[in-house]
């Protein structure tokens, strides 16, 4: 198996990049948000609840995406590998995801991280709300939030992956396509 992390602020591209290396790489897309922004359409008790969180730019409680990951995890046992995309997004969801894997008796090869500088990230969110519909993109001050909690709380799980060497940056900046090329040679250089 071959397990990977996109790691990143809001807005980094990790979901414009996830998409494509699935389709390289045939690996099984897990985005915590797609997932929640699923149940928010679906307007299960879950989504109203997750809805209520991501509008104010907070995260949503460990116990609701590990559990969304772990029933995941069950659906796809044949899988080759996963794309974790936007998860863990702290420490807790690391050592919870550490856990799930271990049981499977997997792990994350690697954590590609995505650096892009704060101003690009917000234009580049704003400009999302414009078409998305999403309205955790349309509101600048939730956008700070996201930042500042990522900052908080998200930051830190870099360092649960440096601690056993799985951790790289990758420069965000650029054209989809540079960036796309930056991440595959990491991963067929860590494949190999
Ligand atoms: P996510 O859905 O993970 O969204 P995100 O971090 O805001 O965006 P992403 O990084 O995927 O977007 P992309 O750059 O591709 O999270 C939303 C919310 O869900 C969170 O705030 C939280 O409340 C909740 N949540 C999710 N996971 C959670 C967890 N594990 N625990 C708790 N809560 C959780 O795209 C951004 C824009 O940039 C796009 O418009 C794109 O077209 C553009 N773009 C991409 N690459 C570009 C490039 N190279 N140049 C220019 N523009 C580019």
Do not use: W
């Amino acid at each position: 198996m071959f397990n990977l992390i996109l790691f990143g602020p809001p807005g980094s591209g990790k979901g414009t990049q996830s998409d494509k290396l699935v389709a390289k790489y045939g690996l099984i897309h897990l985005s915590t948000g797609n997932l929640l922004r699923e149940e928010i359409t679906q307007k299960t008790p879950l989504g109203l609840e997750a809805k209520s969180f991501m509008d104010k730019g907070q995260l949503v409680p460990d116990e609701v995406v590990i559990g969304m990951i772990d029933s995941s995890l069950e659906k796809h046992k044949e899988a080759t590998g996963f794309l974790f995309d936007g998860f863990p997004r702290n420490v807790a969801q690391a050592c919870a995801l550490d856990k799930l894997l271990d049981l499977k008796k997997t792990t994350i090869n690697i954590v590609l991280a995505l650096e892009v500088n704060q101003e690009e990230l917000v234009k580049r969110l704003l400009n999302r709300g414009k078409t998305s519909g999403r309205s955790d993109d349309t509101n600048e001050e939730v956008i700070r939030k996201r930042f500042a909690v990522y900052i908080d709380e998200t930051s830190p799980v870099a360092e649960h992956y440096k601690k056993v060497r799985k951790f790289q940056s990758i420069k965000g900046e650029g054209t989809v396509d540079e960036i796309f090329s930056s991440l595959c040679e990491a991963i067929d250089k860590k494949m190999k």
